[in-house]
């Protein structure tokens, strides 16, 4: 599919976003530094959904679950970053083993339902319990990862960088070829004696593993951690229109189309309300038009 | 007293959510679509209504038949613009045309909401009711309007009743929902029934919206909980089950309405949530489904 040569093109990408601290504002560092966070949280739905072909509604379910266990920590048991890390990476994992025990006994719809019930029963906790959690208004968090732009911005690539590097290995693997066949044809893929629910479990704990890490992550960053900024479903669909944008199954895609989808809504902040419009109809053509997304726009071409 | 209360809004709250999700409903058993610009279709109809019988001067009957032609003509540009051209796409692989509608129809609804709170912004707007007045029902104050929206929720889920049993475009319809392939081949177009099948659905959102705004007010904010708790109550029911649909209203109408009134409004949406999950689980094809 992707050969080679797109591979060098990511590599002169990233060489390029890694020297773009010495040209540009700290402004724009800013926003690229939520854009590599969105970008992690995107990448891991894609293996998800373009691997294991689980339509997962809620990423901001698994994302949130990470923040919140990341908040929590800091805020109430004053834990310092890392084992804060550590911790909201190990509960969105549990959270990706709750969704993936109907994901492996139900399909299609209902299992995008459990998603999307999943997400809202985590807002309604949120918000029921906001003199802990802070609800809809926020609860600032008592450490950050760093106050300096650059910093964040480093720290902010080199996760997306080394997330994508795992996660694009992952689906070039032959676990990843096992985990495309499952996801076609799941009665084939068993035929042929490979074990489709492990391999799909797996991807369920990976997945979860990177989004919770990504909303940790995001949330040191911010300072503070609100229903609205993680776990909202408006923030969910952020992830897959991005990784449907940037063309689905390719991992990077879903990187791509994270960036795309922040700097968009940026540059055209000036329409104020319009601005969610235009990028939305952008995506919807995309998806009429180019199915394949960005990526696919270029495989097409060499094709 | 608090019991009739309860018996009386959960009542007309059901009829109205029934109403909505029929159309829903019908949709995904004839054509396999989950629209997921449900509730931006019931929201711009009810804000139609609200517009044209305010500020244009229509009248609250005109404004409602505005509203109602409203929620047609949007259900028709979702089917020509988004639905059909993915299903008729070569690009997009077969397995994969169910989530492209998803996607591309939450898109369209997105994209509706941003065109409503840019045009009407996203205050809160209530319909002006049909009848207004308040009746005693056995000590309970209750108003026309509530009456009215059972009403007419039940006369149009009557009248849908017979369109689909008793008419040959609605036994079309049914057959479609069993077997699409067996009713091409007696030579029906598969084309004019998912046409057929979208007006039906435009007018009952359009119905279902315009009700809405009178009944409990909208606003461009509330269109993913409109969606969501249509997904839901047509899950519960049953995928593509029209009775199964009508029952889950009721149960979700009532069970959040006696959340609202003994525990807290804040509450309401909470045990249906979890009653959704324990269903998924264990009856996963809904109370009335076929697996």
Not at chain 2, 123 to 128: D, L, N
């Amino acid at each position: 599919m992707l050969g080679s040569r797109n591979f060098w093109l990511a590599m002169a990408a990233l060489v390029v976003l890694y020297l773009l601290p010495f040209g540009v504002s700290g402004y724009v560092l800013g926003l690229l530094t939520v854009a590599y966070y969105y970008a992690v949280a995107a990448m891991a739905w894609d293996l998800l959904f373009g691997f294991a072909g689980e339509v997962n509604f809620g990423p901001s379910f698994l994302v949130g679950l990470g923040a919140y266990t990341a908040t929590l920590l800091n805020v109430y048991a004053a834990a310092p970053i890392l084992p804060c890390l550590l911790a909201a990476a190990a509960a969105a994992v549990a959270g990706g083993l709750v969704l993936a025990v109907p994901a492996l006994r139900l399909r299609g719809p209902y299992f995008g339902l459990v998603t999307l019930v999943a997400v809202l029963l985590l807002q309604n906790i949120i918000v029921l319990f906001s003199g802990i959690t802070g609800g809809e208004i926020g609860l600032a968090l008592t450490d950050v990862l760093a106050i300096d732009d650059h910093t964040n911005y480093w720290y902010a690539l080199g996760f997306m960088t080394v997330s994508g590097g795992l996660l694009f290995g992952l689906s070039r693997s032959s676990a990843g070829l096992i985990l495309q066949a499952s996801g076609q044809d799941a009665v084939q893929a068993a035929a042929l004696g490979f074990n489709v629910a492990k391999h799909k479990l797996a991807a369920f704990c990976i997945s979860a593993l990177f989004s919770g890490l990504a909303g940790a992550m995001l949330v040191f960053y911010l300072g503070t951690a609100s229903a609205g900024t993680v776990v909202d479903i408006g923030i969910g669909v952020q992830f897959i229109i991005a990784a449907v944008l940037g063309g689905r199954r390719t991992i990077i895609g879903a990187a791509i189309g994270s960036i795309f989808l922040i700097v968009a809504g940026e540059v055209l902040r000036p329409l104020g309300e319009l601005s969610t419009f235009v990028v939305s109809s952008f995506a919807l053509v995309v998806i009429l038009f180019l199915p394949g997304g960005f990526l696919g726009l270029l495989a097409g071409r060499r094709g | 007293m608090l019991g009739l209360q309860i018996l009386i809004d959960g009542f007309a709250i059901s009829a109205l959510y029934g109403l909505g999700a029929v159309g829903f409903s019908l949709i995904f058993g004839v054509s396999g679509v989950l629209n997921l610009s449900h509730g931006a279709i019931m929201v711009v109809a009810a804000v139609t209504a609200w517009a044209t019988a305010g500020d244009l001067g229509f009248g609250t009957y005109g404004g409602a038949l505005a509203g109602v032609l409203a929620g047609f003509v949007l259900s028709f540009a979702t089917y020509f613009l988004v639905v059909r051209p993915i299903q008729g796409s070569h690009a997009i692989p077969r397995e994969e045309k169910e989530i492209f509608v998803l996607t591309g129809t939450l898109l369209w609804g997105i994209m509706i909401q941003q065109a409503i709170a840019y045009l009407f912004f996203n205050t809160p707007k209530t319909v002006r009711p049909l009848v207004e007045g308040v009746v005693n029902i056995a000590g309970v104050r209750t108003p026309i309007n509530e009456i009215v929206t059972l009403l007419v929720s039940w006369t149009a889920i009557g009248l849908l009743w017979l369109l689909i049993n008793r008419t040959r475009a609605g036994k079309a319809l049914l057959a479609a929902s069993m077997n699409p392939r067996g009713l091409t081949l007696l030579g029906f177009e598969m084309a004019n029934i998912h046409c057929v099948v979208w007006a039906i659905y435009g007018v009952l959102a359009g119905i279902a919206g315009v009700l809405l705004g009178a009944f409990l007010g909208v606003s461009s904010d509330n269109i993913g909980t409109l969606t969501a708790s249509a997904f839901s109550i047509v899950v519960l029911g049953g995928l593509g089950s029209v009775s199964g649909s009508l029952i889950a209203a009721y149960v979700v109408g009532y069970l959040e309405t006696v959340t609202a009134y003994l525990v807290a409004p804040s509450v309401r949406s909470v045990p249906v949530l979890l009653l959704l999950v324990l269903v998924v689980y264990l009856r996963p094809q809904g109370l009335l489904g076929r697996r």
